[in-house]
T-cell receptor, first 115, second 114 residues
Framework: GAVVSQHPSRVICKSGTSVKIECRSL??????MFWYRQFPKQSLMLMAT?????????EQGVEKDKFLINHASLTLSTLTVTSAHPEDSSFYIC???????????FGQGTRLTVV | GENVEQHPSTLSVQEGDSAVIKCTYS??????FPWYKQELGKRPQLIID?????GEKKDQRIAVTLNKTAKHFSLHITETQPEDSAVYFC?????????????FGQGTELSVKP
């Protein structure tokens, strides 16, 4: 199957700083990538849809200025958590698909801890 | 938008018994329904999926059924084993031309007791 790599797997940052998370499709071109957030013992919540070469589409209630998404190439999307606060601590996970209605391939996830 | 409800939130069974997890969805145009198994701190792992033109699909001990009229689908695990213990999520893919977009259910924590 297709491989999606997410980096870093864990990151600890201080309040007020920004953190960038990378999501790469290693063996296929991902026209669309998705970013999810998962709190402990909860479900995956879709944050935004990242389309190569265009602006991301954010789900209702997700602050686009706080969660900056860039999808500059067909193999890389980045999520930057700006001015991080302890409540931003969560498990962030990306997925990628190549074309319509195909299986979504997930990255390993990033455990973000803001102290 | 699409909304997915999943029940039960926790499920405990004896090894060898069957486990059933149920989900309902709201958008009748959704056309792809995967099930994922997630172990603590790891990525979701696809275990089975079904498309809206099929009513049932089976893969060894795992089966999924889909009732489009009622807008619900279920996961059936037979002959459960301790290694089946994990959190299971259902999901629905809304038809908005963005393949791979998934709306997840709340999850079911399955515990298989030896």
């Amino acid at each position: 199957g297709a491989v999606v790599s997410q980096h870093p797997s864990r990151v600890i940052c201080k309040s007020g700083t920004s953190v960038k998370i990378e999501c790469r499709s290693l063996d296929f071109q991902a026209t669309t990538m998705f970013w999810y957030r998962q709190f402990p013992k909860q479900s995956l919540m879709l944050m935004a849809t990242s389309n190569e070469g265009s602006k991301a589409t954010y789900e209702q209630g997700v602050e686009k200025d706080k969660f900056l998404i860039n999808h500059a190439s067909l193999t890389l999307s980045t999520l930057t958590v700006t001015s991080a606060h302890p409540e931003d601590s969560s498990f962030y996970i990306c997925s990628a698909s190549g074309h319509r209605n195909t299986e979504a391939f997930f990255g390993q996830g990033t455990r973000l801890t803001v102290v | 938008g699409e909304n997915v409800e999943q029940h039960p939130s926790t499920l405990s069974v004896q090894e060898g018994d069957s486990a059933v997890i149920k989900c309902t969805y709201s958008d009748s145009a959704s056309n792809y329904f995967p099930w994922y198994k997630q172990e603590l701190g790891k990525r979701p792992q696809l275990i089975i999926d079904i498309r809206s033109n099929v009513g049932e699909k089976k893969d060894q001990r795992i089966a999924v059924t889909l009732n489009k009229t009622a807008k619900h689908f279920s996961l059936h695990i037979t002959e459960t084993q301790p290694e089946d213990s994990a959190v299971y999520f259902c999901a629905a893919s809304p038809p908005d031309n963005q393949g791979g977009k998934l709306i997840f259910g709340q999850g079911t924590e399955l515990s298989v007791k030896p």
